[in-house]
């Protein structure tokens, strides 16, 4: 019951971050051009160094929750949100500004395209929660995490239609309320690493130097995660200029198409159990990965069909969507398979290597998508993408083919 219990608060808390992330990562790009008026160089440093910083605090915050416990860890991590926006609401000095996005993450491309805008936070929940879980139910448990994060993230988006000022306070009141709701869950990883630690027993050579499992799944994780960072990196903070630049979409319906966008991800994560089930861990990325990535390649090339297809924005939104279902449906599945794959004392630093493997190739591959589409052309980063992506797969099916039984997966590692 206490589980449950704790099951339901995390996921709460994870609600209310990612509404306040969902209506940041609309606005704050906007209000650092129009209110503050930085030049679009500025705007693109600020954003470079939130994306290198959340990968780096990562890693660092990730081996902290579990040398120390992951809730008192995930405790401070959460402050440092409502941190940054306090530091939004009270100055213009650029300085302060980067510490802002230092702190909030800002610029970690696509955060509802991906099903989640955890940032830092993100590594530590999932380990909190499969603490909270087993093999049998953990799947579902992130399908539904997911589904949570990416509901609560579109409904984020609706509220850029209220003021700066306006968006900033409710973000801070609800990042202010994300750690509260934390307060009450229990930490039994803290709690028996406490009385390991008064043990004559007890040693740390585990968290110090992982066994030769955990290295190999470790290595894997960070080898998909980059080239998911690469792909994602390439070409989702450029998806609204397919829509503006090709279609002439003003831009308050961008944020419409965003919204549908999070509204249908966050529904067809529903289905990853019953996938997952059916067709295995592999198959399901093969299947899944492969479908949204020739979505992906089709749409830099939607104003192409016009003269066959008169709806063609239409086609674009279809194709979009298209695109982000079937890119985050594998999602839970992949967070429950690594948390079933390492031992129990190193899932928060598996999780937050796999995220900054994905995040430092994603904000390298959008400062470089930029320079391209300006000086090259708009579909040239699609093409990389699916490049990419098609080597993604293989690497699934290399690392991964052997490891699922008929009940799901094990914790076996084969050659």
């Not at 966008?261 to 861990?281: C, E, M, N, Y």
């Not at 493997?357 to 990389?384: D, E």
């Amino acid at each position: 019951m206490d589980n449950k219990r704790d099951i339901i608060l995390i996921i709460l808390s994870g609600i209310f971050r990612s509404i306040a992330t969902g209506s940041l990562g609309i606005i704050t790009g906007l209000y650092l051009y129009n209110v503050l008026h930085l030049s679009f160089t500025l705007i693109g440093v600020f954003f470079g160094v939130g994306a290198f910083s959340v990968p780096l605090m990562s890693i660092y915050f990730g081996r902290l929750g579990d040398r120390y416990g992951r809730k008192k860890i995930l405790l401070i991590v959460l402050l440092f949100l409502p941190l940054s926006i306090l530091i939004l609401l009270s100055t213009s000095s650029y300085p302060f500004l980067l510490l802002s996005a230092a702190l909030g993450g800002f610029g970690t491309a696509g955060a509802l395209a991906s099903g989640s805008a955890g940032a830092i936070a993100a590594p530590i929940m999932n380990a909190l929660l499969a603490d909270k879980t087993n093999e049998e139910n953990r799947t579902k448990v992130y399908s539904l995490f997911f589904l949570s994060l990416s509901l609560a993230g579109a409904v984020g988006a609706l509220l850029s239609h209220l003021n700066y000022r306006n968006v900033f306070i409710i973000a801070l009141i609800l990042s202010i309320a994300s750690p509260i709701i934390i307060l009450p869950v229990k930490d039994e990883y803290s709690n028996n690493l406490r009385i390991a630690r008064n043990s004559s027993m007890y040693n740390s050579n585990n968290l110090n130097n992982p066994n030769e499992s955990d290295k190999k799944v470790i290595k894997r994780f960070i080898a998909t995660g980059a080239l998911n960072g690469l792909g994602q990196g390439l070409v989702t903070p450029f998806l609204p200029l397919i829509f503006e630049v090709l279609l002439k979409v003003p831009k308050g319906e961008i944020g419409n198409i965003f919204f549908l966008g999070g509204i249908a991800a966050a529904f067809v994560s529903l289905l990853t159990p019953l996938i997952t089930s059916r067709l295995g861990f592999v198959k399901t990325v093969i299947l899944t990965r492969s479908i949204s990535t020739i979505a992906l390649i089709l749409l830099p090339f939607v104003n192409m069909f016009s003269p066959i297809l008169s709806y063609d924005l239409m086609f674009a939104l279809a194709l979009y969507i298209i695109y982000i279902m079937f890119r985050v449906i594998s999602l839970p599945t992949q967070s429950s398979l690594m948390m079933n794959l390492v031992s129990q004392d190193l899932r928060s630093t598996a999780t937050g290597m796999n995220q900054a493997a994905r995040l430092f190739p994603s904000a390298i591959a959008t400062i470089s998508s930029g320079f391209i589409i300006n000086y090259l052309a708009l579909p040239i980063p699609f093409f990389l993408a699916f490049i990419v992506n098609i080597a993604n797969i293989y690497l699934y099916k290399k690392f991964f083919k052997d490891i699922e039984t008929s009940k799901g997966m094990k914790s076996v590692l084969t050659e």
